[in-house]
């Protein structure tokens, strides 16, 4: 499905659009151990098709945090911090406001109806998206191996706060019922995490308001 949608507009368009997300630039943000991400040499239609999925780039998980900031929040690019008194510091316009909400609605139902379903803390309305990938081995890619990762923000209606948690070649579990994605087996360790915070950070829990 998502090499379909890439397919529509080409590997051209593609790749100016994570140009502009700033997936192929180091983060601005000043520590030595902050690494610039890898990115094929030509860009064809074959990297097209498995950028798409999720393929092809690695990139550290503060770009991708900053990617998944830059549409939910308000469309504009967005540049990380690690001070809370830093100002915020907001690029070019990336997205319209009607992208956002549509986003965010999608994420929403990735939580109540989708692969997501264990990171949805009763009345805090989480948002998400789970990804699980195979892992390189010796320089090619293991079935047997996975990264498993999950982005989640709250509350939808005006985030505050995301999320990221990644988990290096999870295992199959019976409390996981076998299963060793990103759903089953990073969204519950997520889910705890909100749980305790989201009180202390002062987010009205909506099922009490």
Not at 142 to 161: C, H, S, T
Not at 201 to 209: D, F, K, M, Q
């Amino acid at each position: 499905g998502a090499i379909k949608i890439a397919e529509k507009f080409g590997p051209k368009i593609q790749r100016e659009f994570f140009e502009k997300m700033g997936l192929f630039e180091r983060p601005s943000l000043p520590l030595p151990e902050v690494s610039r991400p890898y990115v094929p040499r030509t860009w064809n239609t074959t990297n097209m098709m498995s950028a798409s999925y999720g393929y092809g780039v690695a990139m550290s998980p503060l770009q991708l945090l900053e990617a998944v900031a830059s549409i939910v929040e308000n469309g504009h690019r967005i540049h990380a911090k690690i001070l809370p008194n830093m100002p915020n510091e907001y690029g070019e316009r990336i997205f319209s406001q009607k992208t956002v909400q549509t986003v965010r609605r999608l994420m929403r139902m990735v939580v109540t109806d989708g692969t997501a379903r264990k990171v949805n803390v009763k009345g805090y309305n989480v948002f998400a998206k789970s990804g699980t990938a195979q892992a390189r081995t010796n320089g090619k890619y293991d079935k047997n191996a996975r990264m498993a990762v999950l982005v989640a923000g709250f509350p939808v209606e005006e985030p505050k706060y995301l999320i990221l948690m990644m988990l290096d070649n999870p295992q199959p579990t019976k409390e996981t019922a076998g299963f060793a994605t990103a759903g089953w087996t990073v969204a519950p360790a997520v889910a705890e995490i909100i749980s305790h915070i989201a009180p202390i950070l002062g987010i009205v829990n909506a099922e009490v308001a």
